[in-house]
């Protein structure tokens, strides 16, 4: 069965890589709270965008981030904490499978985290998932493993292959194509995830893609 709904976000898109200390003391507390309030819901995905180094580098931003997620993570919880992939506009960490990796790597309590790919962030980023997706998927595998990866964000985009910016398209009315997002939910090594929509739509329009996509989607 196809796994698909809207995405509901829950204070997601805080910057854990602010390098203002207020602003940091805020998405951590933000963080560790919503972590408390979703211990009343077991299996959970909490996902969340990397964020952004504002100019002081990878290395010094995914620092920021790691330190967090090291300061608030127990080990114990029973959900998982998704990185998002992203686009990589402006100085936004998280856009490649080696800096999730690097992340992932710096978190003593790793087996908390997971990952969560967008399809429009990937193809913005420069993963070509219409074209290759196997060779993606490949790639994944062999940086993160696929055992990380624990759902997918299902968009089509605005904007062309690699131009780095993140903006959402209705299914079918992007660059990506219904094609391609075909491929995506029957995909051998990806059909079982939960997908998310993140289109610009109503509810009426979430129904027609879940509609669309379901009755693409092969019952094996
Ligand atoms: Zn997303």
């Not at 309030?37 to 010094?60: D, Q």
């Amino acid at each position: 069965m196809l796994r698909l709904g809207p995405h509901i976000s829950i204070a997601k898109g805080f910057s854990q890589a602010a390098q203002k200390d207020d602003v940091y003391a805020f998405a951590k507390s933000t963080f560790a709270d919503d972590l408390k309030r979703l211990e009343a819901l077991p299996c959970a995905l909490y996902n969340f965008h990397p964020g952004s180094h504002t100019g002081k580098g990878i290395e010094y931003g995914i620092q920021r981030i790691t330190t967090l997620l090291n300061e608030v993570l127990t080990g114990d919880e029973k959900l998982y904490v998704l990185l998002e992939g992203m686009s990589g506009k402006g100085t936004e960490i998280g856009s490649t499978f080696e800096e999730l990796r690097s992340i992932i790597d710096q978190v003593t309590q790793s087996h908390v985290l997971g990952v969560c790919l967008d399809t429009c962030h990937l193809y913005s980023a420069g993963y070509d998932i219409v074209n290759q997706p196997d060779d993606v998927i490949e790639h994944f595998d062999q940086i993160i493993g696929l055992d990380h990866l624990k759902a997918i964000h299902l968009n089509d985009s605005k904007v062309p292959f690699e131009s780095h910016k993140d903006r959402h398209e209705i299914i079918g009315q992007g660059t990506i194509g219904i094609e391609a997002l075909t491929r995506v939910i029957n995909h051998s090594k990806l059909r079982h995830l939960p997908f998310f929509l993140e289109t610009p739509n109503e509810l009426e329009g979430h129904e027609v893609e879940i509609t669309k996509l379901s009755a693409l989607y092969k019952d094996y």
